[in-house]
């Protein structure tokens, strides 16, 4: 579970994993972002190297993808790392 939401269908499922991400985030306080606004990279030190937090693209760690009620697909973004 993250804040309350339960991600997986059933604990047997690994529907959703923690990976680092390179995130647009327009305000830096959100909990979750579309996925359209993530992009996957290899390790924290790519995430870092690609970010740039005065365009409001940010290195994070996310969980994800999850299937929101209103169908939308969704990461929940666990940690920023170079937030302002």
């Not at 604990?11 to 990976?19: A, I």
């Not at 992009?39 to 760690?61: C, F, G, H, R």
């Amino acid at each position: 579970m993250v804040n309350g939401y339960a991600l997986d269908p059933h604990p047997s499922v690994n529907v959703v994993k923690e990976e680092f991400a390179v995130v647009f985030i327009p305000r830096v306080k959100r909990e979750r972002v579309p996925s359209n606004n993530v992009e996957i990279v290899d390790d924290l030190q790519t995430a870092m190297d690609e970010s740039n937090p005065d365009s409001n693209y940010y290195a994070a760690k996310v969980l994800g993808p999850s299937k929101s009620s209103e169908g939308t697909i969704l990461y929940y973004i666990i940690e920023i790392y170079n937030a302002q």
